[in-house]
């Protein structure tokens, strides 16, 4: 996914801002909550924060897979789904 297609996901939502964080991160809030996160290097993907249920359903999407399923230094995991 190239950053403009990242761009337009996050903010097809209604509401929704944009603003660089940590540096080189692009994130999406609506009322201030954050809920899409994309790196602003090229190959960063898309990281949802959403809902078990949610997560459950983006998993089964092609090239999907949990946030914690890549990172082994938290065994607490991450509730973001990366795309």
């Known amino acids: 996914m190239t950053l403009d297609q990242g761009r337009s996901t ?16 692009l994130v999406f809030k609506v009322a201030g909550k954050m809920f899409l996160v994309t790196s602003l290097e090229p190959g960063g993907g898309l990281s949802f924060k959403c809902e078990d249920e949610t997560t459950s359903n983006l998993t089964e999407l092609p090239g999907a897979r949990t946030a914690s399923e890549e990172d082994t230094e938290d065994p607490g995991g991450k509730c973001e789904t990366e795309i």
């Open 10 to 25: 996050g903010l097809s939502f209604r509401g929704a801002t944009e603003q660089i964080q940590w540096d080189d991160d």
